[in-house]
């Protein structure tokens, strides 16, 4: 039997889930949806953004209502236009097969006439930002006194930007007896007040440990001098060639500055803040949607809503004040099951914060060191050697192909190598050569970053994202191979082709042996010791490794990696805690 069906889903929302390719349910649907089936009552769920929700309270609601009457039987706001949108979007694909059901979204930036026109034909359920449901209303363009489910969506980012008037507003035209079903990631007072007010004796969910964080997500944090912090975002970004992130900035002067600078030194970048007109903030989320732009330079306000499930990274630029709003920038990142890493940029003065962060989210932030020019010279080497070997073949150069040989008579093959690497890569060497090597700042990191000891040994793998890893999986998988402890293997990341790990160096013999002949699904599993290591070991040697060969394919088994599996790819409120 379906697991959906389990739940108590009726057939035409099960064929829904099995068109959307849905197998599992997550925690939160587990938890909240036979419950809101079962009985009419209030609810309080407490779930991370990116665990499902929407779903959550999406299916109860669309096999509840009646859709014979074309009264508006259902009110969901959410924080955003974008995740006004989103949810009303997928809404429709819940109920593809439930004839009769109209959702309407109403938001701003839109017709309000036009809205109200799709509404007065017949809305059983409306999706709503707060500014725009309230005007509709006071307009008497709409009719909610008949709502019988309402659900307030990402509460606690609602209240922090300033809509409590509006909400408060809006359920007072709804009837007393209506259920209310709030969802939220944190539980603030101002969320408790809006259930004590609104709720009667609510059942109270909560997916993982209340105002925690994400156990999909690792938490970095980086400590520079205060005239560091874009040099520092800069090598990040270098770190991770194939980076897909959100940068937060707490001021739109700072996120228009930093994403301006980012396109001059030529990242794919671009600025999302309240200064953007509708129609600018739409095309810049297009742009972010399709990954032309890798870097995506916010304010949290700005921010909010975005629900993009393939972002890798986010970086805090700057700290917010308040240590909920940290919980939902990282939880913009490792979404929709896959993992990610938050990582913050501070200076000396600011670890105090990073531990009062750790307190509230329930989670040890992993102190790094800014990676050094070789370093990072390194990792990129890989990538665009993965990258030429990984790219498919265009057919139409055959025929310049006699001309090009010409020219390229009398190189040897190793020759040409360094001389294909050298085009793209000498410029950005050389940039590196001359930057300034460390850019970290003390701070109590060194006690923390290298698991205690200081001996710690950097090793490079030849496998990553592109074969189905990411740090979570590569950790486990290889200490399942080592027969070691997870707290052993550390400092994991991974990039698209090949990754690096780091471990005591009591361990590296073991570790070498074990991968001296390794192989999985007849592919060489290469593991060595990176010459970056950041510890005691200088083993290795950058540019002239032993590979791993098999057959005649000498390229295919360097540990420049190979094709694997392609994965698919405001106003603040009162009473916050404050650092």
Not at 16 to 21: H, P
Not at 283 to 309: E, H, N, P, S, Y
Request: hydrophobic share 35%; proline share 2%.
């Amino acid at each position: 039997m379906n697991k959906f069906k389990q739940l108590g889903l009726n057939d035409f929302l099960v064929r829904a889930v099995e068109d959307l390719g849905f197998e599992t349910p997550s925690e939160v649907q587990q938890k909240a949806i036979p419950e809101l089936l079962a009985q009419d009552t209030d609810m309080v769920a407490l779930a991370q953004t990116g665990t499902g929700k929407t779903a959550a309270f999406g299916f109860p609601m669309i096999q509840k209502v009646d859709v014979n009457n074309r009264d508006t039987q259902g009110l969901i706001l959410s924080p955003t236009r974008e995740l006004c949108l989103q949810i009303t979007n997928e809404l429709q694909l819940y109920s593809k097969y439930v004839k009769g059901l109209n959702v309407v979204a109403v938001y701003g930036g839109a017709s309000i006439t036009e809205q109200a026109r799709q509404i007065k034909r017949g809305a059983q359920i409306i999706v709503a930002t707060p500014g725009r449901m309230k005007d509709i209303i006071n307009r008497n363009m709409v009719d909610i006194s008949t709502v019988e489910y309402c659900v307030l969506d990402e509460a606690d980012e609602m209240l922090n930007m300033g809509f409590y008037e509006d909400i408060t507003s809006i359920l007072s035209h709804t009837p007393h007896e209506k259920h209310t079903w709030l969802f939220s990631a944190t539980m603030p007072k101002e969320v408790a007040s809006i259930a004590k007010e609104f709720m009667k004796t609510p059942l109270e969910i909560t997916v993982g440990v209340k105002n925690s964080g994400s156990d999909k997500v690792q938490h970095e944090y980086y400590v520079v001098g205060g005239r560091d912090r874009y040099a520092a975002l800069k090598r990040l970004a270098d770190t991770n060639p194939d980076i897909f992130s959100v940068v937060f900035c707490r001021t739109k002067r700072d996120t228009q500055k930093i994403a301006e600078k980012l396109i001059e030194d030529g990242y794919n970048a671009g600025a999302l803040h309240g200064d953007l007109s509708q129609n600018q903030r739409d095309m810049v989320m297009k742009a972010f949607r399709t990954q032309q732009i890798q870097m995506l330079v916010a304010t949290d306000v700005a921010a909010r809503g975005i629900d993009v499930d393939d972002i890798t990274h986010v970086i805090h630029y700057q700290l917010p004040d308040e240590i909920e709003t940290y919980t939902h920038r990282s939880g913009r990142t490792g979404r929709a099951g896959k993992s990610g890493t938050s990582m913050v940029i501070i200076t000396k003065s600011e670890t105090r914060k990073i531990h009062a962060i750790e307190r509230i989210i329930n989670q040890k932030f992993d102190a790094r060191k800014i990676p050094n020019a070789e370093e990072i010279c390194e990792i990129q080497l890989y990538h665009l050697a993965s990258k030429i070997k990984n790219t498919k073949v265009n057919d139409e150069v055959e025929a310049f192909l006699p001309a090009v040989n010409d020219v390229l008579e009398g190189i040897d093959r190793e020759e040409l190598i360094k001389k294909l690497v050298s085009v793209e890569f000498s410029r950005f060497a050389n940039y590196y050569k001359n930057a300034s090597d460390d850019l970290n700042a003390g701070g109590d990191s060194s006690s923390r970053s290298d698991n205690g000891s200081g001996s710690a040994v950097r090793y490079f793998i030849n496998v990553g994202a592109r074969d189905g890893y990411d740090w979570k999986v590569l950790k486990d998988f290889l200490k399942e191979q080592l027969g070691l402890d997870r707290d052993d293997i550390f400092k994991v990341e991974v990039k698209d082709s090949f990754s690096f790990f780091n471990s005591e160096a009591v361990h590296t013999d073991l570790i070498l042996s074990t991968f001296s002949e390794f192989k999985l699904d007849g592919r060489f599993i290469n593991v060595e010791v990176s010459k970056n290591t950041r510890g005691k070991s200088d083993r290795g040697d950058f540019g002239n490794r032993k590979r791993k060969r098999s057959g005649n394919d000498n390229w295919s088994k360097k540990s420049f990696g190979s094709k694997g599996n392609q994965n698919k790819k405001g106003k603040k409120s009162k009473g916050k805690k404050r650092f």
